[in-house]
DNA sequence: ATAGGGTTAG
């Protein structure tokens, strides 16, 4: 009757246990007496006077009469557990577990069974990575005949998790039976599943039928189905309808407030919309670390590099107890500001940090901090980490080799790139954009084409718009600009700005007009309001004499919208960073620095090496204003304040966001020659290490 | 008895 073998289950009733319990009682069995009695206690009749009366007749004609004792004291019991009468519904914890469990299911027919199968649908659909099966758990659920509401919750839930979450809406149709099958009313459980999966496909209008549902079966103040809610309109784009969710909740015990704040802090930050995000954020009635990591990796991705770090400092001085402690994620995410601005001290406190409290660092914590080390100028230490790390990835192995790629170090990076293939780490599209980068900074160029090859050839991957750039730019700086030309014009689906400014420098660098001006009309084709490639043009035509095409040039540039990044630097001192764009005088100790620029470039006159490279000023046309904005470049303010502002051991360092001019170049050549100093500066593609009047990239760049 | 929330690398 109960379906213990296989069977239909029929629920008994008050009227059928009396005598269930008294066969027990005559035949002296325990065991199944207390299976019965569980059975009373699960349906609620262990209070009506017959199944009671005849429980402790039971009780007192078995044969053992130890534990009969708490069967005359029910109060003091503690609630049975199912595997009385599924033996099956046992914890599952290991694979072994579930084909134990499993097998049995299907020995005693129970497997169509969802209550008795319901433990193992848990275990497959939902246990951790290593031991889900996705692939068992459909086939256990499409066995449910029919399934209850729980299966329906786990296999939604568990399909939503998949990469194909769309699955789960399909579910979730059968589910309430839009295509004409039985209809199982959701729960609050369900909802977070289904809304998370219209979150992830972005579809709002299964999303919004979804919320009507919701509505309708009054689940909207649940704090896990609201929260979800908001999250689905954050992420289907319609950021106004969270709003309006958002602002007209009412509070109750089921909601975690700082969640859904949390919720609406991303949803802002999702859009780009910094300002309202930190609104809200300084308004949250509480914060929690997800809160400050929310705000922190905002600002981390989106460009605001020292609003990121100040954020992250404001987290320290806070001191509220234990939601302002940065944990793993709070690194990860301020290790990328820090590795933008080169905030080298900070940067070195972020993985000290880790260490003194326990922080394991993993793969992605470690690729964090090599890429940190590497990009705020100490390849060493990156190297040093990198050999001290227990668990690499791809991840790990393609940041070694940016690394060592754009400080010049090419040969270490393929030997690195050669032993990631001895230790059989797959190479990922990322890892060859490495090592090709790393060939084009080092002028390997028959390794880097046989690369390039291989990468197509031997593992079949189809290179993308970056690795051609790499490309463009080993040949561009072998002279080979026929062959460079001839890539950029078959690469599918057209040449990027990136390729073709790498085939442009070059060109100049050999002196090739033709190609160049091709070259520089594609540009202009590809980023009309980008002024760089008009500049660089018109460059090429002023070199000719070409009088007539520079004034066609300037013409043309000032018709189009042209926008132009602000070039900016950045230096750290004593864990300080001071931040300096084009004649930026706005630093307090800008008179000192303009009295080491003065002088700086004094010396460099008297030294008779230095003629100001007045070619790459455009747009100024008198001479001694283009000399000017020349000398306050940002990078030179940066290097001047450098200068002034460490001892002479110290090596300078200077991030700047754009690529470096020929001139600041030159200029910086003989400033490490004549004061004597290391300089190190990042530009937007790779390290110039400035020592003794000479720089590692060999002055091409 | 079972099921559900926000932050993370190259």
């Known amino acids: 009757m109960v379906g213990e073998n296989g069977d239909e289950f029929v629920q008994p009733n008050k009227f059928t246990f009396p005598s269930v319990l008294k066969a027990c009682?005559?035949?002296?069995?325990?065991?199944?007496?207390?299976?019965?009695?569980?059975?009373?206690?699960?349906?609620?009749?262990e209070n009506d006077g017959f199944v009671l009366s005849n429980l402790l007749s039971e009780a007192m004609n078995s044969t053992v009469v130890q534990p009969i004792t708490t069967v005359c004291t029910p109060t003091g019991l503690s609630p049975p557990h199912p595997s009385t009468f599924f033996p099956e519904l046992k914890q599952c914890k290991t694979k072994r577990d579930a084909i134990q469990i499993h097998a049995k299911l299907i020995k005693t027919g129970q497997i169509r069974d969802p209550l008795a199968s319901a433990e193992l649908l848990r275990f497959y659909a939902l246990s951790d990575p290593p031991h889900r099966d996705l692939q068992s758990a459909r086939l256990l659920f499409d066995q449910m005949n029919p399934p209850n509401c729980f299966s329906w919750n786990t296999i939604i839930r568990a399909l939503c998790d998949s990469n194909d979450a769309l699955q789960s809406l399909v579910l979730f149709s059968q589910m309430v039976g839009e295509n004409g099958d039985e209809f199982v009313q959701p729960n609050k459980f369900t909802f977070p599943s289904v809304l998370k999966a219209c979150a992830k496909?972005?579809?709002?209008?299964?999303?919004?039928?979804?919320?009507?549902?919701?509505?309708?079966?009054?689940?909207?103040?649940?704090?896990?189905?609201?929260?979800?809610?908001?999250?689905?309109?954050?992420?289907?784009?319609?950021?106004?309808?969270?709003?309006?969710?958002?602002?007209?909740?009412?509070?109750?015990?089921?909601?975690?407030?700082?969640?859904?704040?949390?919720?609406?802090?991303?949803?802002?930050?999702?859009?780009?919309?910094?300002?309202?995000?930190?609104?809200?954020?300084d308004k949250m009635p509480q914060r929690t670390v997800v809160s400050w990591n929310s705000m922190i990796s905002g600002y981390s991705q989106n460009g605001f590099f020292m609003e990121a770090l100040e954020l992250f400092r404001k987290?320290?001085?806070?001191?509220?107890?234990?939601?302002?402690?940065?944990?793993?994620?709070?690194?990860?995410?301020v290790l990328r500001a820090i590795s933008r601005l080169g905030a080298l001290e900070i940067g070195k406190w972020i993985h000290f940090y880790a260490i003194k409290n326990n922080i394991n660092i993993d793969p992605v914590l470690?690729?964090?901090?090599?890429?940190?080390?590497?990009?705020?100028?100490?390849?060493?230490?990156?190297?040093?980490?990198?050999?001290?790390?227990?668990?690499?990835?791809?991840?790990?192995?393609?940041?070694?080799?940016?690394?060592?790629?754009?400080?010049?170090?090419?040969?270490?990076?393929?030997?690195?790139?050669?032993?990631?293939?001895?230790?059989?780490?797959?190479?990922?599209?990322?890892?060859?954009?490495?090592?090709?980068?790393?060939?084009?900074?080092?002028?390997?160029?028959?390794?880097?084409?046989?690369?390039?090859?291989?990468?197509?050839?031997?593992n079949g991957l189809t290179p993308r718009i970056e690795h051609y750039g790499c490309m463009v730019d080993l040949l561009g700086r072998a002279g080979r600009l026929e062959q460079a030309e001839e890539l950029i014009v078959n690469i599918p689906g057209g040449p990027d700005d990136v390729a073709l400014k790498a085939l442009l420098g070059a060109c100049k660098k050999h002196r090739n007009f033709e190609i160049g001006e091709r070259t520089g009309q594609r540009l202009l084709d590809t980023v009309p309001e980008d002024g760089a490639p008009y500049v660089a043009l018109s460059n090429m035509f002023a070199s000719q004499a070409n009088w007539d095409r520079v004034a066609e040039?300037?013409?043309?540039?000032?018709?189009?919208?042209?926008?132009?990044?602000?070039?900016?630097?950045?230096?750290?001192?004593?864990?300080?960073?001071?931040?300096?764009?084009?004649?930026?005088?706005?630093?307090?100790?800008?008179?000192?620095?303009?009295?080491?620029?003065?002088?700086?470039?004094?010396?460099?006159?008297?030294?008779?090496?230095?003629?100001?490279?007045?070619?790459?000023?455009?747009?100024?046309?008198?001479?001694?204003?283009?000399?000017?904005?020349?000398?306050?470049?940002?990078?030179?303010?940066?290097?001047?304040?450098?200068?002034?502002?460490?001892?002479?051991?110290?090596?300078?360092?200077?991030?700047?966001?754009?690529?470096?001019?020929?001139?600041?170049?030159?200029?910086?050549?003989?400033?490490?020659?004549i004061y004597g100093r290391r300089i190190i500066v990042r530009d937007r593609k790779r390290f110039h290490h400035f020592e003794n009047g000479s720089c590692s990239c060999m002055d091409y760049w």
Not at 25 to 45: N, Y
């Open 315 to 333: 987290m320290q001085m806070e001191n509220d107890d234990n939601t302002t402690i940065p944990n793993y994620i709070t690194l990860v995410s």
């Open 201 to 281: 496909t972005g579809r709002l209008s299964e999303g919004k039928q979804a919320h009507c549902l919701v509505i309708k079966l009054g689940l909207e103040n649940d704090g896990f189905v609201l929260s979800n809610l908001v999250r689905m309109y954050v992420m289907c784009g319609t950021m106004n309808d969270a709003h309006l969710l958002f602002y007209s909740y009412k509070t109750n015990s089921s909601i975690n407030e700082a969640v859904l704040w949390n919720v609406m802090v991303d949803g802002y930050i999702r859009v780009g919309e910094l300002e309202s995000a930190r609104n809200l954020f």
């Open 366 to 458: 470690g690729s964090s901090l090599i890429d940190m080390y590497s990009k705020c100028g100490s390849i060493n230490e990156a190297l040093q980490l990198f050999n001290s790390l227990k668990q690499k990835n791809v991840i790990t192995w393609n940041s070694i080799i940016t690394g060592l790629a754009i400080h010049g170090r090419a040969t270490e990076a393929l030997d690195h790139f050669n032993k990631m293939q001895e230790f059989r780490v797959p190479l990922s599209d990322v890892t060859y954009i490495a090592v090709l980068t790393a060939c084009s900074h080092g002028g390997l160029v028959d390794q880097g084409l046989s690369i390039f090859n291989q990468m197509v050839r031997t």
């Open 25 to 45: 009682a005559k035949t002296g069995r325990l065991s199944e007496g207390k299976q019965t009695h569980c059975l009373v206690i699960k349906l609620g009749l």
């Open 553 to 673: 040039t300037r013409l043309k540039m000032k018709e189009n919208a042209v926008k132009k990044d602000p070039g900016c630097s950045w230096i750290e001192i004593n864990g300080a960073i001071h931040e300096f764009f084009v004649e930026d005088e706005s630093h307090i100790k800008s008179k000192d620095i303009r009295m080491m620029l003065e002088e700086m470039m004094g010396n460099l006159r008297q030294s008779g090496l230095y003629k100001p490279d007045r070619s790459q000023v455009f747009l100024k046309v008198d001479e001694d204003e283009k000399e000017s904005a020349l000398r306050y470049h940002s990078e030179k303010i940066a290097v001047a304040f450098g200068l002034i502002s460490t001892s002479r051991e110290t090596t300078v360092k200077v991030v700047k966001n754009l690529r470096i001019c020929d001139d600041c170049h030159t200029t910086i050549k003989l400033v490490s020659r």
